[in-house]
């Protein structure tokens, strides 16, 4: 069974930063495309940043500019780097992963069947 772990959510002012971290025992960080998803209160999960296993990422317009996705193949750990944070990042934030030979282009939450189980982060102005 595949689980993906996040971790380095939190409680911050408008303005500040966080690193999210996700890793896996049975996913291979590399190995097809992982993408970063997010879920504030009352509304729908959001597509907002996606990587390749060659290390090429594309970003959602909310979040362009401020949010870093990353991967680190020697420590097995995908990152997002979010900056400059507003209190409409409020949200449940996801690691998520293809399974591979389906490993095109995409925010869409259903083309990602693994899942960790979240990691908060909340803005305060």
């Known amino acids: 069974q595949v689980q993906l772990v996040e971790s380095g959510g939190g409680s911050v002012q408008a303005g500040g930063s966080l690193r999210l971290s996700c890793t896996s025992s049975?996913?291979?960080?590399?190995?097809?495309?992982m993408a970063w998803f997010r879920q504030a209160p009352g509304k729908e999960r959001e597509g907002i940043a996606q990587?390749?296993?060659?290390?090429?990422?594309t970003y959602a317009d909310s979040v362009k500019g401020r949010f870093t996705i990353s991967q680190d193949n020697a420590k097995k750990i995908l990152y997002l780097q979010i900056n400059d944070l507003k209190s409409e990042d409020t949200a449940m934030y996801y690691c998520?992963?293809?399974?591979?030979?389906?490993?095109?282009?995409?925010?869409?939450?259903?083309?990602?069947?693994?899942w960790g189980e979240g990691t908060q982060v909340t803005v305060s102005s």
């Open positions: 049975r996913y291979r960080i590399n190995s097809c495309r």
């Open positions: 990587i390749n296993r060659f290390g090429s990422a």
């Open positions: 998520t992963g293809r399974r591979a030979p389906d490993c095109g282009p995409s925010l869409v939450y259903y083309d990602y069947p693994y």
